[in-house]
């Protein structure tokens, strides 16, 4: 041996990173690699023994290889061998590489774990720190529970030296996000707490961080944190940078341990104690005075932290919003960032001002700034500053400003960049509503938004008119005028023609006095618009033109020949216009004046409610912020509108899902003949929007309970009730209910139908997919005899199904009253190939007794196939191109039901798969053939099915570009034969 092997094992990995850095290509750097990789193996598995030096070299070189992208498959003994070394270099190799290379469920895990509770128990703190942070980067929440009694013994021991406390407090801060509950809070929380008054303040940096963290899980056991923290950063503020030498950052003392200070107090309400809370506003009045000085420095780090502590202090403030002088000094404070060159502190200080205009006592001096944030809406050149803007104007937006703001915001709407248009439309028309002293300025305001950024225009807000327009008799007609004369443009918007048919169908007679708007001038300036529109407008302009009947009976027999009776219309290729022209065609041949006048009257003013639109748009705040904003812990004091019942239950409750003109169903032509005793009322059904941009309504419907609670969804989903069972026993958690699995593998061949139905509770389910993307509705229905209560439905992936899809719902309401049913949206994306189901858990209390159900959520592989057209030449080109082992499924089974061609067609069609006909030289057997799309890749598939009548068996062949699609697809055909 060497005499000096420590040396001499440092230039052996020297040589080696020097030899890799001299590789010229990368086929010269994988053949030193292998070269050295074989040596290695050689040397651990040689008879001679190794020391510990030795190991500690091969070992570093196969962390070094694993670094730069190799697997690595051994040496992992070796390494867990180091940890019972007692030199540091070793033992601190050896954790080094359990950190980096072995997971938490390897088995070697049962040494390691032994290794690190030897060190932990020992009394060598550089042993036990590396112990600590080795536990750090690998903790599972089963090693959580493991240590849960030695890393909190360890932090807060009064002989742990200072770097063994740091490490403890990381390393319980790891623990605590893996297992929340591995902390014991009624025996450690009061020794936690006191870390903070450490002498060391790298010991408080780190218990800071940890009590963070436990204090937005666990606010009650840490409320002492309170005057400590205080008393803290109180003595930070009031030092000089001399004092705290070794923890100042380019002149501004302990940044990072005031940040978390400010960050802890912002979990609780401000302090009772009159000491407490006068020492912490002399701190924060300090750090704002701070900020008032002239900089020390004028690197870009100074700034930073100076200005993070800033913020964070001005965040504390909002928080307590009890101290006028300070919420007022805060606003002046950011007013000086509005125009600073600093694109970053612009930002920040508009979207901090954003949070201080709710309060009452700063208001007003978030108001003094407003022209020079309507300045910056027009001169930024960030959109994202702009968007803070934007979101400054509508918080400081009052009764007395109201008009202004709206005007500027529609200006700038012109230009606006197109990612924030939306949001922009969501707050003008809140805005107008909600400051609108003159109706007739709110109507103006959103027929100009319509104009403006018609694309944009969300249903909601055109419902919104629509039903404050009803509700109010003083606007009524000059809505119909305004509508009027903006649809004499020549261009309008789609938005703009579903408003103007409604409003001209229900108060066009308000201005058909005038020769100018007359009755055959609206039908015809409408009709003139009809060719131009989507299928659900059209559906919308017929109940206009059928309102129009009604209240000019002079019009019936025009109407009725250029529409009611137009071919275009009777046969048109789209269900819902088609069926709308005859009922209505029907309907004035059949009832009388009386009869008619009563199933078209006027719609009633909708229920009073608050806006849908504020729901909306604070979804989509929380959307928009929920990558780059931290989680707001219990008690944080962001200001936020109170809570706002959903869009969806506001909107159908005000009966506006679609707010056409409402005519009587068929099912009442029955019986015009008969005495009508009472107002008919039924909403016509909307007809369907383009694809996956309103699969099944805006809304989750709360319908009317109907006069039958068991047909609740029989009426949508036809007869065929192949789900209807008897109310199972509840599942427990994780565990299917009865019955599940049945009804899911049903679902292969259909895209709607019932998926469960008990004596208390029917689900009915429609879907639609296209390419990678789909929509699945799903619609609860009370059957029971009472309200089901603490009703949740939740979507989850489970296992490696969550890398495979994602599957995000929609919140619905907590409760479904009898005889109701709500609806809920499912937005699915097939990330990759995948063969599970997302779970949908569903738990209720009904007449008292909780239920719980656990059914799959239907949507299978074949959901997102594309069929393609091919040539019988091109498809077996292409099978044979596919011929590879890895690339082929194949599957021969007996038939459950007798083969029938016509049978096989149809379900291969339900199936989505792509039915290709006269492509096989055997015409018995069925070929298939397209692409799967999944957001990693496009995986092409070829299907073909071979019947054997006499033997009732099939051959199933599945050939793909990729092995787990084949064998994906060709399982769950399988099970559909």
């Known amino acids: 041996m060497p005499s000096n092997p420590k040396g001499e094992a440092m230039r052996g990995l020297s040589v080696f990173i020097s030899d890799i850095r001299a590789c010229k290509s990368r086929e010269a750097e994988r053949k030193r690699i292998n070269k050295e990789l074989a040596n290695i193996r050689t040397k651990f598995k040689g008879d001679k023994q190794l020391d510990g030096y030795q190991k500690k070299k091969y070992v570093c070189k196969l962390l070094f290889i694993f670094l730069l992208g190799n697997d690595i498959d051994f040496g992992h003994i070796e390494a867990v061998n180091l940890l019972s070394s007692l030199k540091y270099t070793e033992k601190q190799i050896g954790y080094l590489f359990i950190s980096v290379l072995v997971g938490a469920n390897s088995d070697l895990m049962k040494l390691v774990v032994p290794s690190i509770r030897n060190d932990l128990a020992g009394r060598n703190p550089v042993f036990i720190a590396l112990a600590l942070q080795c536990l750090a980067n690998i903790a599972d929440p089963d090693m959580a529970d493991a240590f849960q009694g030695e890393v909190p013994r360890l932090l807060t021991a009064g002989d742990s030296n200072d770097g063994v406390k740091q490490c403890a407090a990381l390393c319980l801060l790891r623990m605590l996000r893996q297992k929340p509950e591995a902390i014991n809070h009624g025996e450690w929380a009061g020794r936690i707490t006191n870390l903070v008054s450490d002498k060391h303040l790298g010991v408080v940096t780190s218990a800071t961080s940890l009590i963070n963290e436990l204090v937005a899980k666990f606010p009650e056991p840490y409320q002492g944190i309170v005057s400590i923290a205080v008393s803290r950063l109180s003595r930070i503020v009031s030092v000089t940078v001399s004092d705290l030498q070794d923890y100042t950052y380019y002149f501004v003392p302990a940044p990072w341990l005031s940040v978390k200070l400010l960050q802890i107090l912002q979990n609780y309400p401000p302090p009772e104690d009159p000491s407490v809370r006068g020492r912490l506003c002399e701190s924060l009045e300090a750090i704002l005075n701070r900020a008032q000085e002239p900089p020390k420095s004028k690197k870009v780090q100074h700034s930073n932290a100076k200005n993070a502590v800033l913020f964070e202090a001005i965040n504390l403030i909002i928080h307590m919003d009890s101290e006028p002088n300070l919420l007022v000094r805060a606003c002046n404070q950011l007013g000086q960032f509005l125009q600073h060159r600093e694109t970053n ?456 199904l969550q890398t495979q899809l994602t599957a995000q719902s929609k919140p619905i309401g907590n409760s479904v009253e009898t005889g109701a049913q709500v609806q809920q949206l499912i937005n699915v994306e097939c990330l990759a190939n995948f063969s599970d189901a997302p779970i949908l858990d569903i738990q209720y209390t009904v007449n008292g007794s909780p239920d719980r159900l656990t059914l799959l959520l239907p949507v299978h592989i074949t959901r997102f196939f594309e069929s393609t057209q091919m040539t019988s030449t091109d498809f077996f080109t292409r099978w044979k191109a596919l011929s590879s082992p890895g690339q082929e499924n194949q599957k021969i089974f007996k038939a459950v039901l007798p083969i029938d061609s016509e049978a096989t067609k149809a379900k291969l069609t339900g199936l989505g798969v792509g039915y290709i006909e006269g492509v096989d030289p055997n015409p018995d057997n069925f070929v298939c053939a397209g692409i799967v799309h999944t957001t990693q890749a496009q995986v092409g598939v070829l299907i073909r099915l071979e019947p054997n009548s006499q033997a009732q068996m099939y051959r199933l062949t599945v050939r793909a570009s990729r092995d787990p699609v084949s064998l994906s697809v060709c399982n769950l055909l399988q099970a559909q034969f």
């Open 345 to 800: 502190l612009r930002y920040l200080a508009l979207e901090t001002m954003s949070r201080l205009a709710v309060s009452e006592f700063s208001h007003e001096a978030v108001r003094k700034h407003q022209e020079t944030v309507v300045n910056q809406l027009k001169t930024e050149r960030d959109v994202s500053v702009r968007q803070r803007a934007v979101d400054l104007l509508y918080a400081m937006c009052d009764k007395t400003n109201a008009e202004r703001i709206v005007a500027e915001m529609l200006t700038y709407l012109e230009s606006a960049d197109y990612s924030i248009r939306e949001e922009m439309v969501l707050k003008v028309a809140i805005l107008a509503e909600k400051f609108a002293v003159d109706y007739t300025w709110y109507v103006d305001t959103i027929l100009n938004l319509i104009r403006l950024a018609g694309d944009y225009v969300s249903e909601e807000v055109w419902y919104r008119v629509i039903q404050i327009v009803t509700n109010r008799d003083d606007v009524q007609g000059y809505a119909a005028k305004t509508v009027f004369e903006a649809l004499q443009a020549p261009a309008c918007h789609e938005n703009m023609i579903k408003v103007g048919g409604y409003v001209l169908g229900e108060f066009g007679n308000l201005i058909a006095g005038d020769a100018r708007s007359s009755p055959m001038v609206q039908f015809e300036l409408l009709h003139s618009k009809f060719h131009l529109c989507s299928s659900p407008t059209r559906s919308l302009l017929l109940s206009t033109y059928v309102k129009f009947i009604n209240l000019f009976p002079e019009m019936k027999a025009h109407i009725q020949r250029v529409v009611l009776q137009s071919d275009s219309n009777v046969r048109s290729s789209d269900v819902e216009i088609q069926q709308r022209a005859v009922e209505y065609q029907r309907l004035a041949d059949v009832a009388s004046a009386d009869v008619l006048a009563t199933v078209l009257e006027e719609m009633p003013p909708f229920p009073e409610r608050d806006s849908s639109l504020l729901a909306k748009l604070k979804k989509k705040k929380g959307e928009a912020a929920g990558g780059r904003s931290k989680e707001r812990r219990p008690g944080a004091g962001t200001q936020s509108s109170s809570s706002t019942p959903s869009a969806a239950a506001q909107v159908a409750a005000a009966a506006a899902n679609n707010p056409a003109p409402v005519v009587a169903p068929v099912a009442t032509l029955q019986q015009v003949a008969a005495p009508v005793t009472a107002p008919v009322a039924a909403p016509v059904a909307q007809p369907a929007a383009a694809p996956l941009a309103d699969l099944l309504g805006t809304t989750e419907a709360a319908a009317a309970p109907p006069a039958n609670n068991a047909s609740a969804l029989v009426d949508i989903f036809g007869s065929d009730n192949f789900g209807a069972a008897p109310a199972p026993a509840a599942a427990g958690p994780g565990e299917l209910s009865p019955g599940a699995q049945e009804n899911f593998d049903k679902f292969a061949s259909r895209l709607s139908g019932v998926l469960f139905e008990s004596s208390a509770l029917q689900i009915g389910i429609k879907s639609e997919f296209r390419q990678n993307l789909g929509r699945v509705g799903i619609f609860y229905g009370n059957k029971a005899s009472g309200v089901l209560q603490n009703f949740s439905a939740t979507v989850h992936c489970p296992g490696d």
